[in-house]
C-alpha cells in the first residue's frame, strides 16, 4: 500500500520539506512531498513506512506547527525515488507563519569573517526572519512575497535548490550581491531628508550607531515597521523624542544588547529570562533596578527586549548602552512600514532614518507579555506569535469574520475547521486606524479565499468596526462585550458547561445602554446572565473623565468628605447632568487613584493601575469585606481611600485585597469553576492574589484585554450558528 498525508499548520517556509525528504530517504521510502495550498502533501512507499510519521512528529524543525493530517492508504504506484514537487494550488487553508528573530546558526555564520555572509543585516534562512510580513499570497513561494524583485545570484540558488540545504526555499533568501540593500538619510532641513551613501552596508550602520550616541532621534525599520530610537541612558534624547512624538509619560520600551545588561537594570525571574530569551522575543514587563530617567516615569517597571533582526545585533556592536525603540506612528495609529509614509507623517519627529528596500507587506508591532505567578500572560498578541491558528473539528458553521472591539483591536476568521486570529491592529479611533483594520480585513481574505457569510461585531453602536459591519450589507450578529471576553477564555481553554465568569475592564457596552465593565456572569457557550455588578455610577465628564477623573471621583464619596475638595461645588451642578452610567472597575481604579493621592490624572490608560500597583505591599493584609449583593457597592472603598490620602502603600494594598476578597467570596457562594477575563487583569499584583487563592481559567493563549475579543465573538459563531 502506499500512504498519503495531508498535513495543516504552519509547514510552509519554515524546513517542513527538507526534513521530510532526509526521514523518507533515511527510512529508503519512495515517493513525493509538496506544498499546496491545502497544506503540505506526503506520499511514501516502503518497508519502513509504518515508522514514518512518529519519526516526523518528533523531528519537527523549530517552526513548525501541525495542527491537523489526514491520512489514506491507496494503491501502490511504485515510485523509483523520493523527491521534492514543485508546489500546487488549491484551496487556501495553510497557516501562515509569524515573523520569528535571527537563528543561532545565521548569527554564528553572520559573525564568521569566512562566511559570505559576514556581517549582512539581512541573514536569514528557513528557521528564522521575516514570514509574514513579507507575504502577499499563498502558497508561501518567493513569487507571492515582497522578495519577488530580488533576483537570487547563483550561490543562492543552489542553496535554495538543495533539499539538504538549512535555506531550502527559504523565501527571503539573500546575500551581498542579490539582496536588500540599506538606505540612510538624514534631515537637511524641516521634514526634508536626504540619502547618505556609503560604500559598505556596515558602515552604514556605523554611522546610524554614531548618531544614536550623539544624541539624536534615528527611525531603524525592522521586521514588521519602524522603530524610533535612541539612547535610553540620555534623558535629554528621551525627553527630546517625548515632546517630539506628543507622548509626555507613557512608557517606552527598550531594547537592550542581551540579558546581562537588561539584568543592570531589572530584577529578571527565571520565567522572565526564558521569555526574553524565547525565539519570539517579545517585549516583557519587568520590574525596575536602576532607574533611567524620562523612561518610564512614576512606575516601577520597564519593558524590555532583545534584539531579534541581525540588523540589531549589528548595530549592538557599536553600542554599549541600552536604546529605547518605541514603534514609529501617530498616537493611536498602527506603526509605518514604508519610508515615505514615515518622512510624512514623522518627518519632524526623526534626525536620521535607517530605511531598507524590502518592502513590508504587512505591519505588525511587537508583542507584549508579562509573567503572573510563573506563567506567562499576553498584554499584545503580534511579531512572533501571530497570525495565530486554531483547528476546530467542525465544519457546520459558516464562514464567518469577528470584528472585536475598538481597543486594542484584531479580528477572526473561521473557515474549514480552522480559526484565524490576526496580530494586534490598535485602536480604531483615527482615520489611518480604521484603514489598517480595513487592509487587514483585505490581507486575510486574500491569503485565505475568504468571503464571509456572516459578520459578528459589537454591540457598541459607534465603534468603528460596528459601523463597518453594518456598511457591508451581509448578515450581521452583534455581541455584548464582556460576553465575548468570557467567551474567548471558554474557547481557548476548551470548556464545556456553565462558569462564573468575572469580566473586569474599563469600558464596554451593556445590554442596558450604559457601560459595563465590573461584570459577574454566569455563562455557557450561548447565553449569560449578568448576577452581580459594580453599582453604577454617574461618569461625570464622559469620555473626557476618564482622563481627569477628579469631578466623579468626588461625587463618590461621602458629601462631609467631598466637601474638602474645591471642585465639590462644581461636582454637585454636574452630577445631574447627562453624563453615561457605568459599572466599571477601570473606573473604579482611576477613583480610588485619584482620592488617594496616586494620580491627578490619567496620563495614559492603565496609568493608575500601575501606579496603584507600584505601592502594594506583601505584609498589609487588612481589606474591606464589600458585602456580595446584586450592586457591589464600593463606596466604603472610596471613602477609605480619601481618609488615607498620600498613605499610598496601605490605600493599594487594602484596595487589591478587597477585590481578591470579593471574587474569592463570589466564587465559594456560587460553586462554579471560574472565568477571569478583562483588561484590569492585566494589573499582575490582582491577577496574581487571586490564582494564590483559587483555580480559575483565564486567558493564556491570547490577550486577557480586548485583544482577544474577536476570538470570542467567532467562537461564539461556531458554537451557536449552523449552515
Request: aromatic share 12%; with cysteine; net charge positive.
Amino acid at each position: 500500500m502506499r500512504y498519503r498525508f495531508v498535513i495543516n499548520g504552519i509547514v510552509q517556509g519554515v524546513g517542513f520539506r527538507p526534513t521530510v525528504y532526509k526521514l523518507a530517504k533515511s527510512l529508503n521510502l519512495k515517493g513525493f512531498v509538496l506544498n499546496s495550498s491545502n497544506g503540505v502533501i506526503i506520499e511514501i512507499e516502503g518497508e519502513n513506512k509504518d515508522k514514518f510519521l512518529d519519526e516526523l512528529l518528533n523531528s519537527l524543525p523549530p517552526l513548525a506547527k501541525i495542527e491537523k493530517i489526514d491520512f489514506f492508504e491507496l494503491p501502490l504506484k511504485n515510485y523509483k525515488d523520493f523527491e521534492i514537487q514543485y508546489s500546487i494550488d488549491n484551496i487556501k487553508t495553510t497557516s501562515i507563519s509569524p515573523d520569528m528573530s535571527v537563528c543561532d546558526e545565521c548569527l554564528k555564520e553572520m559573525r564568521d569573517f569566512k562566511n559570505r555572509r559576514y556581517l549582512y543585516p539581512f541573514i536569514n534562512c528557513t528557521n528564522c526572519g521575516p514570514r509574514y510580513t513579507i507575504i502577499e499570497n499563498i502558497p508561501y513561494d518567493r513569487v507571492n512575497t515582497s522578495m519577488k524583485k530580488f533576483k537570487m545570484c547563483e550561490n543562492c540558488k543552489k542553496e535554495y535548490e538543495n533539499p539538504l540545504d538549512r535555506r531550502f526555499h527559504a523565501e527571503p533568501i539573500s546575500c551581498y550581491d542579490c539582496g536588500p540593500k540599506l538606505i540612510v538619510k538624514q534631515k537637511v532641513k524641516s521634514e526634508k531628508f536626504e540619502e547618505v551613501v556609503f560604500n559598505k552596508e556596515i558602515d552604514k550602520i556605523k554611522f546610524i550607531a554614531d548618531k544614536i550616541k550623539e544624541g539624536n532621534i534615528v527611525a531603524i525599520k525592522g521586521l514588521g515597521g519602524f522603530h524610533l530610537v535612541c539612547d535610553a541612558t540620555n534623558e535629554k534624547a528621551v525627553i527630546s523624542l517625548r515632546k517630539r512624538k506628543n507622548r509626555p509619560l507613557k512608557p517606552f520600551a527598550m531594547m537592550f544588547k542581551d540579558i546581562d545588561m537588561i539584568e543592570k537594570y531589572a530584577f529578571l525571574s527565571d520565567e522572565e529570562k526564558e521569555l526574553i530569551t524565547s525565539k519570539e522575543r517579545p517585549i516583557v514587563i519587568v520590574k525596575k533596578k536602576k532607574e533611567l530617567k524620562a523612561v518610564a516615569d512614576n512606575i516601577d517597571r520597564y519593558g524590555v527586549f532583545l534584539p531579534y533582526t541581525p540588523l540589531h545585533y549589528i548595530l549592538f556592536d557599536f553600542l554599549n548602552f541600552p536604546i529605547v525603540a518605541t514603534s514609529a506612528n501617530i498616537s493611536d495609529e498602527p506603526i509605518i512600514r514604508d519610508g515615505k509614509e514615515l518622512i510624512e507623517k514623522l518627518g519632524s519627529v526623526v534626525d536620521f532614518i535607517l530605511d531598507n528596500n524590502r518592502d513590508i507587506i504587512n505591519a505588525c508591532d511587537d508583542s507584549v507579555m508579562q509573567v503572573v505567578n510563573k506563567k506567562p500572560l499576553f498584554m499584545r498578541l503580534s511579531r512572533g506569535f501571530a497570525p495565530k491558528s486554531f483547528y476546530i473539528n467542525k465544519k457546520t458553521a459558516p464562514t464567518i469574520l469577528a470584528l472585536g472591539a475598538n481597543q486594542k483591536n484584531t479580528i477572526s476568521l473561521f473557515k474549514d475547521n480552522k480559526v484565524i486570529l490576526s496580530p494586534h491592529i490598535g485602536d480604531l479611533k483615527t482615520l489611518g486606524s480604521v484603514e489598517y483594520f480595513e487592509r487587514t480585513i483585505n490581507t486575510f481574505r486574500r491569503l485565505y479565499e475568504f468571503q464571509e457569510d456572516i459578520i459578528i461585531c459589537d454591540k457598541h453602536p459607534y465603534y468603528e468596526s460596528t459601523k463597518w459591519a453594518l456598511s457591508q450589507k451581509k448578515e450581521v450578529i452583534k455581541l455584548q462585550h464582556h460576553f465575548s471576553h468570557a467567551l474567548s477564555v471558554m474557547f481557548e481553554q476548551n470548556l464545556e458547561g456553565e462558569f462564573l465568569a468575572f469580566i473586569f475592564d474599563g469600558t464596554g457596552y451593556g445590554d442596558d445602554g450604559s457601560i459595563w465593565g465590573g461584570e459577574v456572569f454566569k455563562v455557557t457557550k450561548s447565553s449569560y446572565e449578568r448576577i452581580h455588578y459594580i453599582k453604577p455610577f454617574k461618569l461625570i465628564g464622559g469620555e473626557k473623565g476618564i482622563k481627569n477623573p477628579s469631578n466623579y471621583a468626588v461625587s463618590l464619596i461621602d458629601e462631609e468628605l467631598a466637601k474638602s475638595f474645591k471642585n465639590y461645588e462644581i461636582v454637585k451642578k454636574l452630577i445631574n447632568g447627562p453624563f453615561p452610567i457605568t459599572s466599571s472597575m477601570g473606573r473604579v481604579f482611576d477613583a480610588v487613584a485619584f482620592l488617594g493621592g496616586f494620580i491627578e490624572k490619567n496620563e495614559y490608560e492603565g496609568f493608575s493601575g500601575l501606579r496603584v500597583e507600584k505601592f502594594y505591599n506583601e505584609n498589609i493584609k487588612d481589606f474591606i469585606d464589600i458585602k456580595i449583593e446584586k450592586e457591589l457597592d464600593f463606596k466604603e472603598v472610596f471613602n477609605f481611600a480619601y481618609l488615607n490620602r498620600g498613605n499610598l502603600n496601605l490605600i493599594s494594598s487594602v484596595f487589591i485585597n478587597s477585590i481578591v476578597n470579593l471574587v474569592v467570596k463570589i466564587s465559594k457562594e456560587y460553586k462554579l469553576p471560574v472565568i477571569l477575563s478583562g483588561g484590569v487583569f492585566q494589573n499582575k499584583t490582582l491577577l496574581g492574589k487571586i490564582l494564590e487563592n483559587i483555580d480559575v481559567y483565564y486567558n493564556r493563549e491570547i490577550p486577557i484585554n480586548d485583544g482577544g475579543i474577536s476570538l470570542g465573538q467567532v467562537a461564539y459563531g461556531i458554537w451557536n450558528l449552523r449552515r
